[in-house]
């Protein structure tokens, strides 16, 4: 069965790096896109980046464009997300999720990772 | 960039009674690419509803979704206990512009 799981959460300073990752397993991770996705305490939901099945194409939030670049492994079955310059805003669970069906652009979310939390102190 | 709100913010409701939760987006919404999906806490999201109105796989048929243009809905025609929650709608039609999630739509129990 699909199964995710994101790790590399922690707490850092404002305008520290960190890099997520995402473990996948259970399906055949280079014919998916993945996504991350953040929500910040007591907060709703936030896409933060898209990247194609193939790393080809990413996307991302205006929100965090320029200081966090998503890129995968598909040799390691992994997802990354590297973010620099973190600010408090920031704060939040990041979750790793897969996009429905494979080879897929547009698409929606039907597996996703426990999340990691990530904590920017000021 | 495709914003999604989302009606009521809260929907207090009994067991047994039918919820109706909205999802209005900013523009047309290209071939009804709108999801719905289920959050309780501590949890990660779950896919309840892709293409508007097809259900996810395993979800109760008492969950359809409908709508197309701009105005979308999430119907759950019996709450059931374990229904009370928090729900978001998403579009997912214009990359790169990104996939946006509404607000959310939280189900509490009356």
């Known amino acids: 069965q699909v199964q995710l799981v994101e790790s590399g959460g922690g707490v850092v300073q404002t305008g520290g790096s960190l890099r997520l990752s995402c473990a996948a397993s259970?399906?055949?991770?280079?014919?998916?896109?993945m996504n991350w996705v953040r929500q910040a305490p007591g907060k709703g939901l936030e896409w933060v980046a898209f990247?194609?099945?193939?790393?080809?194409?990413?996307f991302s939030a205006d929100s965090v464009k320029g200081r966090f670049t998503i890129s995968r492994d598909n040799s390691k079955n992994t997802l990354y997300l590297q973010m620099n310059s973190l600010r408090p805003e920031d704060t939040a669970v990041y979750y790793c999720?897969?996009?429905?069906?494979?080879?897929?652009?547009?698409?929606?979310?039907?597996?996703w990772g426990p999340g990691t939390l990530v904590t920017v102190s000021s | 960039e495709i914003v999604l709100t989302q009606s009521p913010g809260t929907l207090s409701l009994s067991p047994g009674e039918r919820a109706t939760l909205s999802c209005r987006a900013s523009?047309?919404?290209?071939?009804?690419?709108i999801a719905w999906y289920q959050q309780k806490p501590g949890q990660a999201p779950r896919l309840l509803i892709h293409?508007?109105?097809t259900r996810a796989t395993g979800i109760p048929d008492r969950f359809s979704g409908g709508g197309s243009g701009t105005d979308f809905t999430l119907t759950i025609s019996r709450l059931e206990p374990e229904d009370f929650a928090v729900y978001y709608c998403?579009?997912?039609?214009?990359?790169?512009?990104?996939?946006?999630f509404g607000p959310g739509t939280k189900v509490d129990i009356k």
């Open positions: 999720a897969r996009v429905r069906v494979s080879y897929s652009v547009y698409d929606c979310l039907d597996d």
């Open positions: 259970g399906f055949s991770f280079r014919s998916y896109g």
């Open positions: 990247i194609w099945y193939d790393g080809t194409n990413k």
């Open positions: 523009q047309i919404v290209s071939s009804s690419y």
């Open positions: 293409g508007a109105s």
């Open positions: 998403q579009q997912y039609s214009s990359s790169p512009q990104g996939f946006t």
